[in-house]
């Protein structure tokens, strides 16, 4: 069974990047993702003041959970195919962005009249997790 040896190294090595990637990303861009929210600073700042205990850090932990999950599942993909590789890692991991989190991102933003560019800002936020992801789960192997 393929599945027997797991190499979790691997899958944590690459959620933890992408969580590192998407804090620098969503720094980078606040302002914009913001204004494509329709919010403002002041705004956030109250809603996230309003919070009480675990409910203040409970989306970072939902996306780290998120992202563990997310390498798990490209982790299946690559040993399903018998392609530990680099390549084959980004590669699986630019498809299923691109089938998966692009196509449905979007289709959400559109049906809750979302702003564009929050699709944009958020797709690119992902591809750049699930790149991170398949690239070290790829390249560490099995």
């Not at 969503?26 to 914009?32: D, E, F, K, Q, R």
């Not at 590789?85 to 989190?101: H, K, N, Y």
Request: glycine share 12%; net charge positive.
């Amino acid at each position: 069974m393929p599945f027997l040896s797991v190499n979790f190294l691997s899958i944590f090595l690459g959620a933890a990047a992408a969580w590192v990637f998407g804090a620098i990303y969503y720094t980078a861009l606040s302002a914009s993702w913001l204004a494509a929210q329709g919010k403002s600073l002041e705004q956030c700042k109250a809603e996230q003041a309003a919070k009480q205990g675990f409910a203040k850090f409970a989306p970072f932990v939902i996306v780290f959970v998120a992202e563990v999950v997310i390498a798990y599942a490209l982790y299946g993909i690559l040993v399903h195919m018998g392609a530990f590789t680099l390549r084959a890692g980004i590669i699986s991991a630019a498809l299923c962005w691109f089938g998966f989190v692009l196509t449905t991102s979007g289709v959400n933003n559109v049906f809750q009249g979302r702003k564009f560019m929050l699709t944009v800002i958020d797709a690119g936020g992902w591809l750049g997790a699930f790149l991170l992801i398949g690239a070290i789960v790829g390249w560490m192997g099995r």
